[in-house]
């Protein structure tokens, strides 16, 4: 289990979160982390960071950018920033590319399929091609911290109106 903190890093548990260890990824904030096949990833203030030996060494791979949420669907891999909006890359975090969602912050990612849904200070943004295109939903109250799908299902969490059901 890897679990992200607030100026703390990266901390990993072998035992079911029984106890913890810090990895070297030990200074910052992680905003949140996500994995694909051996690889995890982290978002910072600095950017994105992968390991691919459980935290032992850490790589940076999405460089200056303050990233708030990352999220993963297949082959390709989102990142939401502060300043920039969404950022793709198809190649596990080799390169990146800023999408045309370039308002920020971007805060939340959710995946069902083709579509993905992304919680910004300015609502909620979809794609139904794999991130290629983006177009703003009617929800434009934010920012949205959270998003999660359940079945045809989506819950927004927002700062000042609770959750939203779709």
């Known amino acids: 289990i890897f679990a992200g903190t607030n100026f703390r890093g990266v901390y990993l548990s072998t035992n079911f979160g029984t106890s913890w260890t810090q990895t070297s990824a030990n200074n910052g904030s992680i905003y949140s982390l996500a994995i694909s096949g051996g690889n995890i990833f982290s978002a910072t203030d ?14 940076q791979t999405l460089n200056d950018r303050s990233v708030k949420s990352l999220a993963i669907s297949g082959s390709r891999m989102f990142a939401g920033t502060y300043y920039y909006g969404i950022y793709l890359s198809t190649n596990n975090g080799t390169t990146w590319t800023q999408t ?3 308002l920020g912050p971007v805060w ?15 609502g909620i943004f979809h794609s139904t091609d794999y991130g290629t295109t983006w177009t703003q939903t009617e929800v434009t109250v934010g920012p949205i911290w959270s998003l ?18 779709s």
């Open 108 to 122: 939340s990612f959710a995946i069902s399929g083709s579509n993905i849904f992304a919680g910004s200070d300015y």
């Open 46 to 59: 600095y950017g994105v960071y992968f390991s691919t030996n459980n935290g032992t060494n850490w790589t």
């Open 148 to 165: 999660a799908i359940s079945g045809s299902n989506i819950f927004a969490g927002t700062n000042e109106y609770g959750v939203i059901l």
């Open 100 to 102: 045309e969602v370039t």
